[in-house]
């Protein structure tokens, strides 16, 4: 199996308008971050995207990435799902509503801000997708999906497992309960808004490497990442050994 890190930015992706750090004006390509996102590609080429936010199309485009066969979502806010509608394409390509997996509040909100795509006479162009309630693990293409509840400031959310990878993004707080799904991973990628400054919703760096020392992944990426964490290049190499930054692009096979 494969992932690709489509966007590993936080909500206002980096550059963050108007902003004239040394991040949000450097060169590097590795500091331009679109919303987090990924594709993940299984053992039967099954393409399954996790969270379509607002960079979706450019994401697609981008990475040359030209269908997806199912969406899986951690969460509703905006700069997870608001891209949803951009899927069009896809669904008028294979004639085939798009299938979305999440949990039961999350598919209550879809209907919410999408109403034209769950209407029964749709007008021309409209989005069409199939709702799946996520309770416990799931098979999808021959893949077992192994969902991880963990907290968002007050708000639970999902975090996926698939073989010995696990993806959490906009995570403040993981359970014992659910620790114990995540020791000895040949990698965890988990979510790091900036360096310092305890943050209500989402770990920084020194609550990251206190569970990469508990939970004892091979390797560990970070993602969700502000301009506050500093230039990637000068950043990585201020991180122990098999901590790494990811960045949009970036490809793990696992």
Partial sequence: MKLKFLGTGTSQGVPVIGCHCEVCVSEDSKDKRFRSSTMVTTESGKKLLIDCGPDFRM?????????????????????????????????????????????????????FRFPYAFAEDKYPGAPSFGLHTIDGKFDLFDTDVIPLEVMHYKLPILGFKFKNLAYITDASYISETVKEKLKNLDYLILNCIRKEDVHPAHFILPQVLELFEELKPKKMFLTHISHHMGLHEKTEAELPENVHIAYDGLEIEF
């Fill in 59 to 111: 994401q697609m485009l981008q990475n040359k990435e030209d269908h997806v066969d199912a969406i899986l979502l951690t969460h509703e806010h905006n700069d997870h799902v608001i891209g949803l509608d951009d899927v069009r394409p896809l669904i008028f390509r294979t004639g085939k509503d798009m299938q979305i997996y999440c949990a039961e509040r999350v598919g209550k909100e879809l209907k």
